[in-house]
Structure formats: C-alpha cells, structure tokens
Nanobody
Framework: QVQLVESGGGSVQAGGSLRLSCAAS????????MGWFRQAPGKEREGVAA???????SYADFVKGRFTISKDNAKNILYLQIDSLKPEDTAMYYC????????????????WGQGTQVTVSS
C-alpha cells in the first residue's frame, strides 16, 4: 500500500523560507515522476513543481526562481524548498505520484498525500 506523508509546513512571515518534505512508503521515487501541488481556500488545486525519474524538473511560471523541487532516492523523500514566500503562497501543499506536464501545466495521476499547510503573513 502506497502512503505519502507531507511535513514541514507552518506559519511564516513574507520573505521567509520553508522546506516541505514528502516521505513515501510502498513506492520507489527513483523510478517515477513526482510533484508538488497546492490549493488555497476557494481556489482550484494547481501544480507547482515536478521532477522526473531522471531528475529533470519543471515549474509553474508563478513559482520559478523561488521554489526548488528535489528528491533523495535513497531515503525516498521528495522536497520542496520555498524561498521569498509571499502571502499568496498560502495554501495546503500536497505531493503526488505519476506526475505529467501537459501544455505547461502540472498534473498528478497517481497517489496523493494528506497535505501540509503553509501560511504566509504580510
């Protein structure tokens, strides 16, 4: 059974940084694509970043230069480093498996974690 568990969220002031983690059991990161998504209250879920099995990365235009996705295949952990946080980054952040980039948008078609909350105050 695949289980994804996110952690690392919290409340920070604008300009701060956070590193989110997604630990997997029953799933091998090295063989598949992974990604991060977020959903703010009243808004649709949106793809933030993706990383392929070969380590190549993709980012949504609105986070380029501030977010960095990475993974530790040995530990089966996916990371999302978020710098220069803005109030509009406030959302629940989710990791997912089997991620594909279609027409510039990031989509997840596999398993999902339960999310970790990021709240940014101005």
């Amino acid at each position: 059974q695949v289980q994804l568990v996110e952690s690392g969220g919290g409340s920070v002031q604008a300009g701060g940084s956070l590193r989110l983690s997604c630990a997997a059991s029953g799933y091998t990161y090295s063989s598949y694509s992974m990604g991060w998504f977020r959903q703010a209250p009243g808004k649709e879920r949106e793809g933030v970043a993706a990383i392929d099995s070969d380590g190549s990365t993709s980012y949504a235009d609105f986070v380029k230069g501030r977010f960095t996705i990475s993974k530790d295949n040995a530990k089966n952990i996916l990371y999302l480093q978020i710098d220069s946080l803005k109030p509009e980054d406030t959302a629940m952040y989710y990791c997912a498996t089997d991620v594909t980039v279609i027409a510039g948008y990031i989509h997840g078609f596999g398993y999902w974690g339960q999310g970790t909350q990021v709240t940014v105050s101005s």
